[in-house]
């Protein structure tokens, strides 16, 4: 196709002799608006609550505001804090496991079992969660659960005289109500890290006399080590403050420090003790992942 | 001595026949290449040999036994992949061991056994480096020490070296034939490279929509070709087809090419195939020099190309097109206009089977 003239010469003058931006600027102008919305939306906010937590009430109605460590001792000053926050841990590692042990094994009979429509129509299945509303989410738990529930009517259909097994209002019923909010996030980043594996890895594995067991232990595993690690601090993280699945679904027992914070924001109306509260438990999960963060790098690392 | 042993062999993806009555033998210690393009079947023939399919019909035999219904991991092969197919979280020393691990070798011997593989394919004291740290060529030798260190009863390599530079693949080729001997393993070898099928094997099969056309040793299939496909797919032939006499055909311009093969019964049809670089020009207006080849044709030289050692001429004669390949050896080349004579053997007169 001929060129046309005019446009080959505007084509080599651009506006005359205009210098292209050196590196730098357009890496700039590339990261500034992400980094300047971050720093706005989730920076300041968050510095706001950290400054609010040195306060000793919170800075709206009319009583003096003054400096103070003080909502720092919460945990020494009541003991049953640390209870909680102790019970707030075990949902975290138990709801991260069976989201783990579930995602982990979806992810692969996605992977190793589906192709094209079928797939892509159970990956959407998997979404469905997210697409609805959490509340709406955990309540439908409640009627599964509860005494009565549908999951008695289900076992009372195939065996009349059985007991009621609903267990609403448990700790279980609590990590229940997280696995099914928050696996999905492990089956995309476990979906992820498998379906790079080239397949002729499996079967080199299996040609030099490896069964299923060892290479799902031996090859599988470790190379989805990176998608398991992401999927674990997803959800560690959140659900250690999740306060709505502890409220609906562990009722009595669903004191958890996401619910102890939400109180001081919403009932108490003692945000200083609430964000100070907030932040020991940033600073425990920075302290558990720091420990075990040799783990999480060689994990990472192929 | 058979060791691998395929019988009857047949395979359909639906409806689409993939492999049709495959049955050959793969002598204990040979080398043998399953040449042919895509789709031809040869890497589905490899992969029923592996166990990774399984045939409709037919049975594989290694060492003996019929291993057609026996998983892959009991079978005692060693593989090696296009991609390589190492295991990127292990070091060249966990890869090369990981074989031996399954076969309840750890320890000692282990570590004395994956040392000799890595000698073998000459890759000693890189056993502590991640795959990602070797170059393409080092990785396949990786691969060629897993497949080998466990002593399999048969190697099979699935187009190896294509995805090496060529420096690189000649360069492997050298060293698979050495390691190949020294191992002394019954090997299998797919690609569609000719050149590497000739150069490494001991016999090649030239397969073609499922089914073997022809099978022999490197020579066998390329100076006597069966088939017009296998003349065609193993190198640059001319073909000439006419009227069986006594001794030769005879062409529709009436010329007669002498053939010393057996040929059809007289009067019938048959296609003659000879290789470019059998024919000698011999310049009908410089004079030249006589040969003693009995087979003649007056041609007239319609394009050379010239590539430093060699020429390829093409010549026309009587509504045909020739092929011919010449050593850069002559006074001076041939330009084109030249009137010339092509001279062969009927020796390299070659009669193929008609088309099925």
Redesign the interface.
């Given at each position: 196709m001929p060129l046309d003239p005019a446009n080959s010469t505007q084509l080599r003058e651009p506006g005359g002799s205009r210098k292209p931006l050196p590196p730098w600027a357009s890496t700039a102008a590339l990261l500034v608006p992400t980094y300047g919305w971050l720093t706005l939306a989730v920076f300041l906010p968050l510095c706001t609550m950290f400054a609010f937590s040195f306060l000793t009430a919170t800075p709206m109605g009319k009583a003096p505001i003054v400096f103070t460590f003080k909502q720092y001792r919460a945990f020494i000053d009541q003991p049953y804090l640390l209870g909680v926050a102790w019970q707030s841990l075990l949902m975290g590692f138990w709801t991260t496991f069976f989201c783990a042990v579930l995602g982990f094994f979806a992810a692969l009979a996605l992977v190793r079992a589906t192709e094209g429509k079928v797939r892509e129509t159970l990956l959407i299945l998997v979404l469905l969660p997210f697409w609805t509303n959490g509340l709406v989410r955990v309540f439908s738990w409640t009627m599964v659960l509860r005494e009565g529930g549908f999951l008695d009517y289900a076992i009372h259909s195939v065996w009349p005289g059985a007991g009621s097994v609903g267990f609403l209002y448990t700790r279980q019923a609590v990590v229940v109500g997280l696995v099914h909010g928050y696996l999905p996030y492990m089956i995309l980043t476990c979906y992820i890290a498998l379906v790079t594996i080239d397949n002729t890895i499996v079967e080199a594995a299996s040609s030099l006399g490896a069964r299923w067991w060892t290479i799902l232990w031996k090859i599988l595993l470790p190379m989805a080590a990176p998608g398991l690690i992401s999927g674990s601090v997803l959800i560690f993280v959140p659900v250690i403050g999740s306060f709505m699945e502890p409220r609906i679904l562990g009722g009595r027992v669903g004191v958890t420090m996401g619910t102890v914070i939400e109180d001081q924001f919403t009932q108490a109306f003692n945000w200083p003790l609430g964000a100070a509260l907030s932040f020991t438990m940033l600073a425990v999960v920075l302290g558990i992942f720091a420990t075990f963060s040799g783990v999480l790098r060689r994990g990472t690392a192929l | 001595m058979t060791n691998v042993e395929v019988r009857s062999i047949a395979k359909n993806y639906g409806s689409v026949p993939v492999l049709t009555d495959i049955s050959t033998d793969f002598t204990q210690g040979s080398f043998t290449s399953l040449l042919g393009p895509s789709g031809s079947g040869k890497t589905t023939l490899l992969r029923i040999i592996?166990g990774?399919i399984i045939p409709d019909q037919g049975n594989v035999a290694i060492g003996g036994n019929d291993v057609t219904r026996m998983?892959?991991?009991?079978r005692?092969?060693?593989?090696v992949?296009q991609?390589y197919?190492?295991?990127?979280?292990m070091t060249v020393n966990e890869n090369v061991a990981?074989?031996l691990a399954?076969?309840g070798i750890k320890g000692e011997e282990s570590r004395k056994q994956v040392e000799r593989a890595l000698e073998l394919v000459r890759l000693p004291g890189f056993g502590d480096r991640k795959p990602?740290q070797l170059s393409g060529g080092q990785q396949q030798r990786v691969?060629l020490a897993?497949?080998i260190v466990?002593k399999p009863s048969v190697l099979?390599l699935d187009e190896p070296l294509s995805a090496l530079d060529r420096r690189l693949r000649q360069e492997m080729q050298v060293e698979l034939i050495r390691i190949q001997k020294e191992s002394g393993l019954t090997t299998i070898f797919v690609t569609h490279d000719q050149e590497e099928a000739l150069t490494l094997s001991d016999k090649v099969a030239i397969l073609d929509r499922g089914r073997i056309v022809q099978i022999g040793a490197p020579t066998e299939v390329y100076e006597r070709p069966k088939t017009r496909f296998a003349a065609e797919f193993l190198g640059d032939t001319n073909f000439l087809t006419g009227t069986v006499v006594a001794g030769g055909i005879r062409l529709a311009n009436g010329s007669t090419v002498a053939v010393d093969a057996p040929l059809p019964a007289t009067g019938s049809e048959a296609t003659v195939a000879v290789r470019p670089e059998k024919i000698v020009i011999r310049d009908v207006a410089r004079g030249g020099k006589d040969t003693d080849r009995s087979n003649r044709v007056s041609a007239t030289i319609s394009s050379s190309v010239y590539a430093g050692t060699a020429l390829t001429y093409e010549a026309a004669f009587d509504g045909l097109s020739f092929k011919i390949f010449a050593q850069n050896s002559d006074a001076r080349p041939h330009s084109v206009g030249d009137v010339v004579e092509l001279t062969w053997s009927p020796l390299h007169t070659v009669p193929l089977e008609a088309a099925a």
């Open positions: - | 592996a990774f998983p892959v991991w009991a005692n092969i060693g593989m992949f991609s197919a190492l295991f990127p979280h990981f074989g399954r076969r990602k691969a897993r497949a466990t099979l």
